[in-house]
């Protein structure tokens, strides 16, 4: 079903990408997909396992789902007030990322 559903849904997404704006914001993208993720599953894991007082690897397993988010109500409604074209290519191109 993920290797059926997914290509397509990533395909459409990426051909809607205005790539000279892409090509500008292509290491904020890496950062936040990469780093940014990484950084923020550690957080939540510590906070769970901290507050919720679970296993060091169940927070992180829970953090890393929680913070994997696929903005793609946040990008339409971006497009839709007419936000900054590139704050929209940078989410999008994240979610391309970690997808």
Do not use: H
Request: with cysteine; glycine share 6%; proline share 5%.
């Amino acid at each position: 079903l993920l290797f059926t559903l997914l290509p397509p849904l990533l395909a459409a997404d990426a051909m809607t990408i205005d790539t000279s704006v892409a090509s500008r914001v292509v290491y904020q993208c890496l950062y936040l997909a990469g780093p940014g993720v990484l950084v923020q599953a550690l957080l939540v894991a510590f906070f769970l396992q901290w507050f919720m007082d679970w296993s060091f690897w169940l927070s992180l397993s829970t953090g890393s789902i929680l913070c994997a988010t696929d903005p793609v109500a946040v990008v339409g409604l971006l497009k839709q007030l007419g936000a900054s074209p590139v704050l929209t290519v940078q989410i999008q191109g994240e979610s391309l990322l970690n997808d």
